[in-house]
């Protein structure tokens, strides 16, 4: 699907490792899945699709969440300009 898996509990992340656990089930071997999202990603919708399917959770184990911070960057990034009511990603992240 269009649009970032990110944002929302995402069907297609869960059929792309239901596939993934398929393609093992027939005798495909693998040692990990690692998920990596791009710029200011919030994890918590990918921890919810995981944990949502009992199907996932019976056959695969979520082992980390890892954040990586551009520190020469950053602290610009948290001062940035919001429009009301909206929250800066940076700050809440």
Known sequence: DNGCMCCTIRGDLA????????????????????????????????????????????DLRLDAVIAMADAKNLPGRLDDQVEEGKVNEAYQQ
């Open 15 to 58: 059929n792309g490792l239901q596939q993934i656990l398929e393609d093992v089930r027939k005798g495909g071997h693998i040692d990990q899945i690692m998920i990596e999202t791009t710029g200011m990603a919030d994890p918590v919708p990918i921890v919810r699709t995981f944990m949502s399917d009992p199907g996932l959770t019976r």
